[in-house]
């Protein structure tokens, strides 16, 4: 059994709809939670970032964990195209002196017009 | 633009044959990190250099190596290449070395096609 499980879609859904991504995870010792997107032909990129249990919202953008049940989301509102991307989910263990952070395989979303 | 640049973009080579990657960190960085990409394992942690100290490590293959220089460029260099190597593989870079908010800026990657 992986580390973290991510539904690999693909997702599409119409330009505006709202979007839930979501990961499961086996290891309680992970701290930190991100969401990485990538476009096609091009490495990740840091979308958001959460410590603890509850909400984090960016614009459009709300991650949210839930360490008791060791499940994390995405939600997009107001999906637009441009959001048609692979999003990863990625986990870490802060040592204070290595980094490895465990991903997800990635969903991949197509917001369609 | 990440600001992390890695080379060559491509490469194709033959089984049993040896390739190196190579990576520069963004400016400031400290920390190297590179991951594996493939369709069915998705991204996966290779090893992590730190002011050109090994600092972690991942399920990398012991014919895979990696160095960081003095001038804090990385090398992957990976051997007895089979077709199963054939993957994407990123470089990335950080400031520290703990990584605790999972910030890494990702290179557009080097993709590598064994026949």
């Known amino acids: 059994q992986k580390e973290v499980e991510q539904d690999p879609g693909p997702l599409s859904v119409p330009e505006g709809a709202i979007v839930s991504l979501n990961c499961t995870y086996s290891?309680?010792?992970?701290?930190?939670f991100m969401w990485y997107r990538q476009y096609s032909r091009k490495g990740p990129e840091l979308l958001m970032y959460?410590?603890?249990?509850g909400n984090k919202e960016d614009g459009r953008f709300t991650a949210q964990v839930d360490k008791s049940s060791k499940y994390i989301s995405l939600f997009i509102r107001d999906s637009q195209p441009s959001d048609s991307a692979t999003y990863l989910c990625?986990?870490?263990?802060?040592?204070?002196?290595?980094?490895?952070?465990?991903f997800g395989t990635g969903t991949r979303l197509q917001v369609t017009l | 633009d990440s600001g992390v640049t890695q080379t060559p973009k491509h490469l194709i080579t033959a089984t049993g044959q040896r390739v190196t990657l190579r990576c520069s960190p963004r400016?400031?960085?400290?920390?190297v990190y590179w991951y594996q990409q493939s369709l069915d394992q998705g991204l996966q942690f290779l090893i992590q250099?730190?002011?050109?100290?090994?600092?972690a490590k991942g399920n990398i293959l012991e014919r895979f190596s990696a160095q960081q220089f003095p001038d804090l460029h990385s090398e992957l260099n990976l051997s007895s290449l089979e077709l199963g190597d054939s993957a994407l593989y990123f470089c990335?870079?950080?400031?520290?070395?703990?990584?605790?908010?999972?910030?890494?800026?990702f290179g557009e990657g080097s993709r590598l096609t064994v026949l």
């Open positions: 990335a870079s950080s400031v520290d070395a703990g990584g605790g908010t999972g910030e890494l800026f």
């Open positions: 290891n309680s010792a992970f701290q930190y």
């Open positions: 959460t410590y603890s249990s």
């Open positions: 990625a986990m870490n263990v802060n040592t204070g002196t290595a980094s490895k952070l465990t």
């Open positions: 400016s400031g960085d400290l920390s």
């Open positions: 250099y730190y002011n050109g100290e090994e600092r």
